[in-house]
C-alpha cells in the first residue's frame, strides 16, 4: 500500500513510510516559507499527508485538482511558491533536527521538483476534494504548521 503525487500520469510512487519521509520534509520546508493566503494552503496540503491522523494509503494528491488562482500571475507565483519548497528541502533544509536519517528523501524531492516543474497551472480542473484547512503556527516545539484546529499538534508530535 503506498500514495501517488503528481499529476495524469506523471506521478511519483510512494510507499506508506517514503510517503511519511516525503510528508516531513516539505513540512520543514513549507512552514518556513509560507507567507501568502495561497502558500497556507498548500501547507494544509502538506500538513494533510500526515498517514498518523489520515489513514495508510489514503493521502497523496494530484497537482491538476489544486486551484493554483485564476490569473496566469497567481498561478505563477503558486507554482514558484511549490518550487522554492522543493529547492529548500532539497537543501537537507532542518533535517538535521529528524530523528531518523532520510536517505531516499533527496530522490523523493528531486523527482516530486521535475513533475511539479513540468507541470503547466493552466491545465488544473480543481474540484471540491481539497479541504481549505485554515493553519496556525501551532506547533512551538518542532516550529512547524498543522492543521489545527482538525487534530492537535504536528505530524512530529503524533510519533
Known sequence: MGNTFGVGGDTLYLSNGGTA????????AVSALAERPWDHRFAA?????DQS???????????ADL???ATAEERTAAK??????LDLAARRYRWDELDY??????GYVRRF???VAAFDPADADPGDELPDIPLVACCVRH????????????????R
Open 143 to 158: 516550529r512547524v504548521l498543522s492543521g489545527l484546529p482538525y487534530w492537535e499538534g504536528c505530524a512530529f508530535c503524533h
Open 53 to 63: 491522523m489520515m489513514g495508510h494509503g489514503a493521502v497523496g494528491f494530484d497537482l
Open 21 to 28: 519521509v516525503l510528508a516531513d520534509v516539505l513540512t520543514l
Open 101 to 106: 536519517e532520510p536517505p531516499f528523501a533527496e
Open 80 to 85: 514558484t511558491f511549490v518550487l522554492e519548497v
Open 113 to 115: 521538483r521535475e513533475i
Open 45 to 49: 496540503l502538506v500538513a494533510l499527508q
Open 67 to 69: 486551484d493554483w488562482g
